[in-house]
């Protein structure tokens, strides 16, 4: 037994590593990271069986909370209020839209009933987030547009999984009204939408007055709310995404302590979320299975990116204020990701009749998309001139953050047998490229001026380069030893 678990934690590490190298891969073709992340799961299922559809559900749903909550986090409210009601009419309209326009074709294609052709169309109807800014990555597009996407992104999964689980419940009782799913929807929605509001703006309350021990408990304490978020919208049989996405929006939006800790814990997390749960529905397919589904596949794909949203997204913006230019590249940014996945092991978990064949089909969709399109959003972009001269440039602070800089910020914490301990900054003599930026003093925040004298007890934050980090520490030895230096976590 413990050999085994030697064996399976050597793999996990081996998955992890393999997926974070990957991203640089993906970049460097353009390419979403989530299809990299599905061909080592597909190399793996050679060697590991794994057929676990409910455990590939459940690890596809908490990554999923984890995404939309990292999302609602990052969504500025300042930018998606000029644009909440075209995101919401792409989020609803345009899903319904691409439910239909491909349920119509998959009637013909795949030779199914009506319900279960809606039902594949339902599953595929609702777009990535995570995969469409991996590849736009820093290009200075046009804000609107990329809020636009981001904003229906984060809206449109609770429409696809209540149209997903409404259209199965029609298959499996057929005597079900319409107008209870009607009410079902509003339902969903609206309780959704008012536990994502409650709890968010208790989670501010709560993080902002509890007095942690250590600044890396308050990332997991918000995770936390976010999963107790989802839990408590489930109990009440509304929305748990959409709750999710509006509890992330609450907390990014507030004055929240340990804002940016907070942020950079989700970020990371997420990655690591997609990487598992795209390697495991990697191994749930068995890439001898796609062969025989290759042609519907690829049909099927080429008409939810032609046809099925643009004329979804040209629709549902027909009354918004966006040129035809500014309607293709959303039409054509609209990849697919998790949620169809995900959504596709519903059908295999309610036991229906062609869960298999939608599976394999839905799985072939949204690799081929995100290759193609994936490849191509960035160069439309360009090519429609909705990209600037240059790219984005982050601020400093995020710059050091990402290690995108020659430069890093250092605290050192100061003891009395420190050679600086009781000197003036001006007596120091600090080279030119190496910044004192704060003193943290009896839980105050002191500018250091030259005048300033560091005193014994001080936590002293300091900015240089790092080819310099050894003359950096040269300052603060003494003969009795070393300050404590550690990577400052930017906030």
Do not use: C
Request: hydrophobic share 50%; proline share 4%.
């Amino acid at each position: 037994m413990t050999h085994l678990a030697d064996q399976t934690i050597l793999l996990m590490a081996a998955l992890l590593l393999v997926g974070v190298l990957s991203t640089k891969f993906s970049t460097r073709f353009g390419m979403p990271a989530l299809v990299l992340f599905i061909a080592v799961g597909m190399v793996l299922s050679h060697f590991i069986y794994f057929n676990n559809a409910a455990l590939t559900q459940i690890a596809g749903i908490f990554a999923l909370v984890i995404i939309l909550f990292e999302g609602g986090m990052q969504t500025s409210m300042k930018d998606i209020r000029p644009i909440l009601r075209p995101a919401l009419s792409l989020a609803t309209l345009g899903v319904l839209l691409t439910t239909a326009i491909v349920g119509g074709f998959a009637k013909l294609i795949l030779d199914v009933s009506w319900t279960e052709s809606l039902l594949f169309g339902a599953i595929v109807g609702s777009t990535d987030a995570a995969a469409v800014f991996s590849v736009l990555g820093g290009k200075n597009i046009d804000k609107r547009l990329t809020s636009t996407l981001e904003a229906e992104s984060g809206s449109n999964d609770p429409m696809a999984v209540f149209l997903t689980v409404s259209l199965i419940e029609w298959i499996q009782h057929p005597d079900t009204a319409i107008w209870s799913l009607v009410l079902s929807f509003i339902w969903e929605m609206g309780i959704g939408l008012l536990v994502g509001l409650v709890i968010g703006k208790l989670a501010v309350y709560l993080i902002n007055r509890i007095n942690l021990d250590s600044t890396g408990l308050y990332p997991v304490l918000a995770i936390g709310f976010a999963v107790l978020t989802y839990g408590a919208a489930a109990m009440f049989h509304s929305s748990g995404l959409l709750a999710v996405y509006v509890m992330g929006l609450t907390l990014g939006n507030s004055e929240l302590v340990y804002h940016r800790t907070i942020m950079n814990f989700n970020h990371g997390f997420a990655w690591m979320m997609q990487i598992v749960m795209f390697i495991l529905l990697g191994l749930l397919v068995f890439p001898q299975e796609l062969a025989n589904i290759a042609w519907q596949g690829i049909l099927l794909s080429v008409i939810l990116m032609v046809v099925a949203r643009p004329v979804g997204v040209f629709i549902s913006l027909h009354f918004a204020k966006y040129s035809i230019r500014e309607k293709t590249l959303i039409s054509w940014a609209g990849l697919r990701g998790a949620v169809p996945i995900v959504l596709a092991t519903y059908p295999l978990l309610a036991g229906l009749e062609n869960g298999g064949l939608f599976f394999n089909v839905v799985f072939f969709v949204v690799l081929t998309s995100a290759v193609i399109q994936g490849t191509s959003i960035s160069p439309l972009a360009s090519r429609l001139k909705l990209v600037g001269d240059g790219d984005s440039q982050p601020s400093l602070m995020e710059l050091v953050a990402l290690g995108k800089t020659d430069s890093e910020f250092t605290h050192i914490s100061i003891e009395h047998h420190m050679p600086v301990a009781g000197m003036r900054i001006s007596e120091i003599g600090l080279p030119d490229d190496i910044l004192f930026t704060a003193i943290i003093r009896d839980k105050s925040i002191i500018t250091p001026h030259g005048s300033t004298v560091i005193e014994p007890g001080d936590t002293v934050y300091v900015l240089s380069p790092k080819n310099k980090r050894d003359e950096m520490k040269s300052i603060f030895r003494s003969g009795k030893g070393k300050a404590a230096e550690t990577n400052l976590p930017i906030d």
